[in-house]
């Protein structure tokens, strides 16, 4: 089961109104995720872009109340370690199935990969049962808006076809060959 799961916080934890909506919400969201997992599931697939935070705005009209909830994006990195830890109580293994930036200059994309496997590399540290990481995507390809998305590490020429490695692939590439050494260290360690 994967699921474009979101994390949701009060644009105002003050206000009373925004709190009770997010509770809400990540309840919905929450009892979903119990619904479809249990012991059948391998594995929690959580495909992860940013968070939201949620505030609610009251207007009145001669007919009626008009109530209305502004999401404001929130691309904290921060927001993907609160997401594994709100499904880690499930006691199910989870994978990042999709975490990934529409970056066609590939400017923000090797810093958004760093930091967000900081953020889950913080969360197994603390006990959550996380057994992979896939960004998304390895090529620009077709996304809800068409062909004008840019997730790649992989440029596509739309004219030409031609591909051309992104700088912010060879980041990602060191990143798994650095943990990949680290945790051959460690488990021949462990073997004693």
């Known amino acids: 089961f994967a699921s474009a799961a ?10 009373k109104v925004d709190v009770t909506v997010v509770n809400f919400i990540n309840a919905i969201e929450t009892l979903n995720f119990n619904v479809v997992t ?13 968070g939201w935070r949620l505030k609610v705005h009251f207007g ?7 109530i209305k909830i502004e999401w404001i994006k929130d691309e904290n990195p921060e927001n993907l370690y609160k997401l594994i830890k ?10 990042i199935t999709e975490n990934g930036i529409d970056d ?19 969360a197994i540290e603390e006990g959550a049962n ?39 692939a060879y980041v990602y590439a060191e990143v798994i060959k650095n943990h990949q050494k680290r ?10």
Do not use: C
């Not at 460690?186 to 004693?192: A, Q, T």
């Open 6 to 15: 979101q994390y949701f916080e009060p644009a105002n934890p003050k206000s």
């Open 38 to 50: 249990g012991k059948e599931q391998d594995f929690i697939g959580i495909d992860y872009y940013n």
């Open 60 to 66: 009145f009209s001669r007919i009626i109340e008009d």
């Open 86 to 95: 709100k499904f880690s109580h499930l006691n199910v293994p989870i994978v």
């Open 104 to 122: 066609k200059e590939d400017g923000k994309r090797a810093q958004f990969i760093l930091t967000h496997l900081k953020m889950v590399s913080k």
């Open 130 to 168: 996380v057994i992979g990481y896939m960004y998304w995507s390895l090529t620009d390809n077709w996304e809800w808006e068409g062909f004008d998305s840019y997730y790649g590490l992989i440029e596509v020429d739309r004219q030409t076809m031609e591909r051309r490695v992104r700088n912010s």
């Open 183 to 192: 945790w051959q260290t460690k488990y021949k360690e462990g073997l004693g």
